[in-house]
């Protein structure tokens, strides 16, 4: 039994992403939440006030790490510059252009 999820979603290229933002005050968080939320493709988003970290499920083939980027900049926040998450923002990004690439590759087979 499948989960219903939003329109552009498709569940084969769902995936889940967790951002810890900078430390700071976030007086706009419910604007970027409500632009990021409005993006084709997102099937989901949540802020954690206490933990600073930004929850995501989208269809990385219509979308990437990089939009929610531009988004959370329009708002004047951004996502923690630590080791440990520029490492994972980086590997989200490879993930979600591998996985855009596949999708727009048409399939063969030889047999």
């Not at 604007?31 to 099937?43: Q, T, V």
């Amino acid at each position: 039994m499948s989960r219903k999820h939003r329109l552009g979603v498709n569940e084969a290229t769902l995936v889940t992403r967790k951002l810890r933002l900078t430390p700071g005050r976030f007086p706009d968080v419910q604007k970027a939440i409500a632009d990021i939320d409005r993006l084709y493709g997102l099937d989901g988003v949540s802020f954690n006030r206490r933990r600073q970290t930004l929850r995501l499920a989208y269809d990385a083939s219509r979308i990437g790490i990089e939009r929610v980027e531009e988004i959370l900049a329009k708002h004047d926040m951004h996502v923690s510059r630590g080791w440990w998450n520029r490492t994972r923002a980086n590997h989200y990004r490879f993930v979600d252009q591998n996985i855009k690439d596949n999708a727009a590759t048409e399939p063969w087979s030889c047999h």
